[in-house]
């Protein structure tokens, strides 16, 4: 039997993703007060913030069932008020890691998994960590204090393209695939050869050129400086900027006309945590309010007892609420108050923003429970 043959129906799509990497320090203080617990039996971490997401970790102090009797049992919890109902599940790997006196992981005593978190299930962790008597006889065990980090890396969809096949067979096959968007590589190449530049920033010893249409699109401050009626038709734009390194000034630039981070702050956590502070300084100097979040959200994972009060003295003078939430909800966790007044991390906060120290013992007064 003779006929044209149809070509079957051909559809695509595609499934963007990327990694968000986030790091937190458990300390447990008093471990040997903590083995009155019964096996099964539980305290919960403050929650904190790391790859995106909120989370709290449980730690079982003689194992989380009788057969974990003899083990310290560590469980990460992921926060449900963070799934929505278009990312109702989290995909993720994590790892508890053992710290020497030094803050280094102790390879031996590295936990990893990876797993889904979703409603119905938002608890998962290493049952048999490590043996409570190899802990207390280890050098790990210091003044009754021993501490965790725990590792989180989420795999996060960025973006989802679907291409619906022909709805008539004969008419099905694609000669023409279209690739993915790529504006921001090609504005990232604009900014980086400068063609067509028409402003010119004079930042420490650098000159920066850049594109005043662009920049004003993105920023009421730029809007403001670079068509603002002193400025005139001039067909160049000079403005000496001040108060900005120059790799946080072009780091920012990028931003404007890609809409993410450079790849040596995305992907480099030092390198991350050393330009991020500017950043978000930089970002509320020129009003571009998602980077500024996106800054306030990394240095959320950033606290700890030597940071704290520069981090909060920071969020309280650039009205970076979460920052400062997440700083007060660190210093309620455990013994971080204390730690963070000995080893000197509430200096700045002192100098610069007394009453904002006044009220945060206040609050923290008001959470301790009165003695009968």
């Known amino acids: 039997m003779g006929g044209t043959g149809a070509t079957p129906a051909l559809s695509r799509s595609t499934i963007a993703v990327q990694e968000v990497t986030g790091s937190h320090v458990l300390t447990v203080d008093g471990y040997m007060k903590t ?63 053992l710290l020497d006196s030094k803050g280094k992981p102790v390879t031996s005593y590295t936990s990893r998994s990876t797993y889904s978190f979703f409603t119905g299930s ?12 190899v802990l207390e006889q280890s050098a790990y065990l210091c003044k009754d204090s021993f501490r965790v980090r725990i590792d989180i890396t989420v795999l996060k969809e960025t973006a989802r393209y679907q291409e619906e096949a022909a709805a008539a067979a004969p008419t099905a096959t694609r000669f023409v695939e279209v690739p993915p968007r790529n504006i921001d590589r090609h504005l990232s190449h604009l900014l980086l050869s400068g063609k067509g530049a028409d402003v010119t920033f004079e930042v420490g010893e650098e000159t920066v050129l850049a594109h005043r249409n662009i920049l004003s699109a993105r920023s009421p401050v730029f809007q403001a400086e670079l068509f603002g009626p002193a400025r005139g038709n001039n067909a160049m734009v000079f403005v000496w ?44 100097r020129y009003g571009l309010e998602r980077l500024k979040l996106i800054c306030e959200d990394k240095l959320c994972d950033c606290i700890d007892v030597s940071t704290v009060g520069t981090v909060f003295a920071l969020a309280e003078r650039h009205d970076c609420h979460g920052l400062k939430k997440a700083c007060i909800e660190f210093l309620m966790s455990g013994s971080n108050l204390e730690a963070a007044i000995v080893s000197g991390g509430f200096g700045h906060l002192a100098n610069s923003c007394p009453s904002v120290l006044e009220e945060l013992l206040v609050i923290f007064a008001l959470s301790v429970p009165c003695s009968s």
């Open 241 to 284: 900027v001040e108060g900005i390194e120059a790799k946080v000034f072009r780091a920012m630039l990028h931003f404007v006309y890609t809409d993410s981070l450079p790849g040596e702050v995305e992907d480099n956590n030092e390198t991350m945590k050393a330009m991020v502070w500017d950043l978000l300084v930089a970002a509320d």
């Open 122 to 133: 938002l608890s998962r962790g290493s049952y048999q960590f490590i043996k409570a008597k």
């Open 35 to 97: 083995k009155c617990l019964a096996t099964g039996q539980f305290f919960c971490s403050a929650t904190f913030a790391a790859a995106g997401y909120r989370w709290s970790v449980k730690y079982y102090p003689n194992g989380c069932s009788a057969d974990d009797a003899n083990y310290i049992s560590l469980f990460l919890v992921l926060d449900q008020t963070t799934l929505t109902a278009t990312a109702p599940d989290v995909k993720a790997r994590y790892s508890f890691s």
